[in-house]
């Protein structure tokens, strides 16, 4: 039996729905501000802290991944920056009168998630060098990228992206050359 395929309107309704559906729990005063404090944490204080701590507790190695999570940072700004540019994509409580604003954005556009994108390049390039700090970034980086749905920043295709993004960025940055 033949399957039609989704159509692009469809795929984007789906996409709202899912995005309305999570948005739903920001109604919730406790919700908001837990993911609300999540993303701020997101923003890139919890990662900066994280940058300082690798290299004391563990030395060269915790340096030179550090290091690398500076890099991917930077191309992480740099390739969601031109995305973003190039797409123009609205947020989701721009587009839908439904969708409730849980937290002030960075900037206008949507696609894709850059806090998604920098929390899992991040997470993937501590987690391959050090797999012990696993059972703290993994939920973390899974919050941010959960917060900016609930929170109605982003639709769910831009979360995608983002991790899409940061998985590459933390597939190429350890074959970069380091700065002396």
Not at 161 to 169: C, D, M
Request: proline residues 7%; positive net charge; glycine residues 6%.
């Amino acid at each position: 039996m033949h399957r039609p395929i989704m159509t692009t309107r469809r795929f984007a309704e789906l996409d709202l729905a899912l995005c309305q559906r999570a948005n739903r729990a920001c109604a919730w005063r406790i919700v908001r501000r837990f993911f609300r404090a999540i993303s701020r944490l997101g923003d890139g204080k919890f990662w900066y802290v994280l940058m300082l701590v690798l290299p004391v507790v563990h030395g060269h190695a915790g340096l030179v991944v550090s290091l690398q999570m500076a890099i991917a940072g930077v191309l992480g700004v740099a390739v969601y920056k031109l995305v973003k540019h190039l797409t123009h994509r609205p947020r989701p409580y721009v587009s839908d009168a439904s969708i409730m604003l849980g937290a002030a954005p960075l900037d206008q556009y949507s696609f894709p998630s850059g806090h998604t994108l920098h929390a899992v390049s991040f997470t993937l390039l501590v987690c391959a060098a050090f797999p012990a700090w696993a059972w703290l970034l993994v939920p973390f980086a899974a919050l941010v990228a959960m917060s900016r749905v609930v929170l109605g920043l982003h639709y769910p295709t831009d979360v995608l992206l983002g991790a899409a993004i940061g998985t590459g960025l933390a597939t190429l940055v350890p074959y970069l050359p380091l700065p002396a």
